[in-house]
């Protein structure tokens, strides 16, 4: 009984919910600081490269100009049309890729003989660097927004098909075995049981396929455009305007970075079942 007790008072508090807390919001706080710092010491000795001449301002421009064009460009109201042009071919196109990669993948699923007909042709059009298709498709659809939405979804539309039919044929074969001597069918073993199990890496899929989808955009934009960010981005650089180049570069990575958190908010809502990273 002394031994028992002994332990007893030996073993520490249970932590409480709100200690808990505490604790994953200090260390959050302390991973962001971390990253500002690294980036602030970044952005000083690259200030201090340029200024001290080491490289050419004309290339390199100084990271106070390039902030300073950033806030001028975001305050005109002249980047909004362009912006709205960039936006619309990339989520039309990502729209239209997701759409054609989670259809084939429930075509593979539903029936396996399709992967034999349409895996080869899948693969080479995969192994195609997309590029090639700007003059077919400036040809086609001229320059206007839909040969660059054209290009978006053919650069999304894989990662959405791979992540599908991977998540899918992933289901626990227990559980398929169970459906069956349940007496479910194959559409129902899809969409009650695969479909759910692949909801996570479909998610992943998604959220590649949008940057994917930006860059097409942007790509087709700069072979033949008249509005849209990868137009500005050319007319600046042949100008050797670089700090209002930059000041582009991080619009589009800004709306990258919201596109893949709403995706992500999205996949962490839906698939509740699964644990937060």
């Given amino acids: 009984m002394a031994v028992t007790t002994s332990t007893a008072q030996t073993q520490p508090p249970p932590r409480s919910t709100a200690n808990i807390r505490a604790t994953a919001v200090a260390r959050e706080l302390g991973r962001w600081v971390l990253r500002l710092v690294l980036f602030g010491l970044l952005l000083g000795v690259w200030e ?3 200024v001290n001449d080491w490289v050419r301002e004309i290339i390199v421009p100084r990271p106070t100009d390039i902030f300073a064009n950033f806030f001028q460009t975001i305050t005109s109201s002249d980047i909004f049309p362009h912006m709205s042009v960039t936006m619309q071919e990339t ?3 990502f729209a239209i890729g ?3 990669g989670l259809g084939l993948a429930l075509i ?3 029936a396996p003989g399709m992967t034999f007909v349409l895996q080869d042709y899948i693969t080479a059009f995969q192994s195609i660097p997309k590029v090639v298709f700007i003059p077919i498709l400036i040809t086609w659809f001229g320059f206007g927004m839909e040969s660059k939405i054209y290009l978006a979804a053919m650069i999304s539309f894989f990662p959405v098909y791979i992540t599908s ?4 044929n992933g289901t626990p074969t227990p559980a398929l075995r169970l459906m069956v001597l349940m007496r479910a069918n194959r559409i129902q073993r899809l969409y009650k049981l695969q479909f759910l199990h692949a909801l996570p890496t479909i998610f992943a899929g998604l959220k590649n396929a949008f940057t994917n989808s930006l860059i097409g955009a942007i790509v087709a934009e700069f072979f033949g455009a008249t509005e849209g960010l990868g137009y500005l981005i050319v007319v600046h650089n042949h100008a050797l ?4 180049v930059f000041s582009l570069i991080i619009i589009l990575s800004l709306l990258a970075v919201i596109g893949y958190t709403i995706l992500d908010w999205a996949g962490k809502r839906i698939c509740f079942w699964m644990p937060s990273s």
Avoid: H, N
Wanted: no cysteine; aromatic share 4%.
């Fill in 165 to 168: 039919v991977v998540g899918m």
């Fill in 48 to 50: 201090f490269i340029v």
């Fill in 241 to 244: 305007r670089i700090p209002e």
């Fill in 108 to 110: 593979v699923i539903l």
């Fill in 91 to 93: 989520l039309a196109g």
């Fill in 98 to 100: 997701s759409s054609v």
